[in-house]
């Protein structure tokens, strides 16, 4: 069965930074592209960020380019998202997602979300 | 990047059938692959449709998908619709670099 576990959200601080985790099993998880989508309280999904399976290659939204970086470890089955200059706009619940192949295309699998609220 | 464009909301009756359409702006619909996803309220959202008109198992027949090229749009259709279909509709596709979502589709089954 494919699990799909974020954690790290919480209460950040304007100009703070964040790093989101997230915990897969049930899949060879480096054969999978894995993707970052939030969405900000009442509205709808958006992407934000995607990595490929060897991790080679990695795609921001142009929202949060230059702040924040995906990355992974296939030793650990853990997908990251390092959230640096934080701004109120941030504030969503992030999914990560597992992608149907390697590289950048749909999903089919939703991890539960994990809340990040960027306030002083 | 193109944008995917959804109707904001659709409401019919239980047992009929409800169409959701999605157009993408530029570029062909059929370029790249169009994903459903259903997302219940206070909950993640789940997969229903993937390259175009595939079902993950465990999702019923009644919701179906596909792709018109003379309209450039990928369409979500549910039919006989109960009431535990309440929910937010989402198309979604790519290109090289970005994944990108539609607005979203509340339907409301009464």
């Known amino acids: 069965e494919v699990q799909l576990l974020e954690s790290g959200g919480g209460l950040v601080q304007p100009g703070g930074s964040r790093r989101l985790s997230c915990a897969a099993s049930?899949?060879?998880?480096?054969?999978?592209?894995m993707t970052w989508v939030r969405q900000a309280p009442g509205k709808g999904l958006e992407w934000v960020s995607a990595?490929?399976?060897?991790?080679?290659?990695?795609y921001h939204a142009d929202s949060v380019k230059g702040r924040f970086t995906i990355s992974r470890d296939n030793s650990k089955n853990t997908l990251y998202l390092q959230m640096n200059g934080l701004r109120a706009e941030d504030t969503a619940v992030y999914y990560c997602?597992?992608?149907?192949?390697?590289?950048?295309?749909?999903?089919?699998?939703w991890g539960q979300g994990t809340l990040v609220t960027v306030s002083s | 990047n193109f944008m995917l464009t959804q109707p904001h909301s659709v409401s019919e009756s239980p047992g009929r059938t409800v169409t959701i359409s999605c157009t993408r702006s530029s570029g062909s619909i059929a370029s790249n692959y169009v994903q459903w996803y259903q997302q219940r309220p206070g909950s993640s959202p789940t997969t229903l449709i993937y390259e175009h008109n595939q079902r993950p198992s465990g999702v019923p027949d009644r919701f179906s998908g596909s792709i018109d090229s003379s309209s450039n749009s990928a369409s979500l259709t549910i039919s006989g619709l109960k009431t535990e279909d309440e929910a937010d509709y989402y198309c979604q596709s790519y290109d090289r670099s970005n994944q990108v979502f539609g607005g979203g589709t509340k339907l409301t089954v009464l």
């Open positions: 997602a597992k992608d149907l192949a390697g590289d950048v295309g749909g999903f089919d699998y």
């Open positions: 990595i490929t399976g060897s991790g080679t290659r990695t």
């Open positions: 049930g899949f060879t998880f480096d054969s999978y592209a």
